[in-house]
């Protein structure tokens, strides 16, 4: 049972979530991440690419010169954090180990192997090419091969 009152549950549907990382090369980022995530983008046009992740949830690689176009002045700079981590991408997935490996080929940096977590997951931590923190990990007791 819910902690959120029903009349708000109904007035609050997402239908699909975009997250979208704001990259210095796009079509870097689209290689890093089809090769680290096994697939191709399901969109890679100039100034956006998408991975569908599942039904409802896709990650999005958008240069940062194309955010500050679209949003101008008012939006901070994103060029200016440049490899900072400012973010996170952390995927619960089948074979973790996998996935992180394929990162570190690719060029990531690696931050942790994959190591029990004191929340009940099993996760390896990385940097992209941007900075940006990246997980794969799953549940404690699911078979890792």
């Known amino acids: 049972m819910s902690d959120i009152p029903e009349k708000r549950q109904s007035a609050f549907t997402v239908t699909k979530a975009h997250f979208i990382l704001y990259v210095r090369d796009q ?3 689209t290689a890093f991440y089809s090769h680290v995530l096994g697939c191709p983008p399901t969109l890679d046009v100039p100034g956006m690419t998408e991975f569908t992740l599942s039904e409802g949830c896709i990650l999005g690689l958008m240069p940062e010169a194309g955010i500050k176009r679209l949003l101008g002045s008012k939006l901070p700079d994103p060029a200016r954090s440049s490899g900072i981590p400012r973010s996170e991408v ?3 997935v089948k074979n973790p180990h996998q996935y992180h490996r394929r990162a570190l080929e690719a060029g990531a940096t690696e931050l942790s192997g994959l190591e029990e977590r004191s929340w009940g997951h099993r996760a390896a931590y990385s940097l992209d090419p941007d900075g940006h923190v990246l ?4 549940l404690i007791g699911t078979e890792s091969t």
Do not use: C, K, V
């Not at 997980?135 to 799953?138: D, H, M, R, S, T």
């Open 90 to 92: 952390y995927l619960i």
């Open 135 to 138: 997980a794969f990990a799953e």
């Open 27 to 29: 079509s870097r980022s």
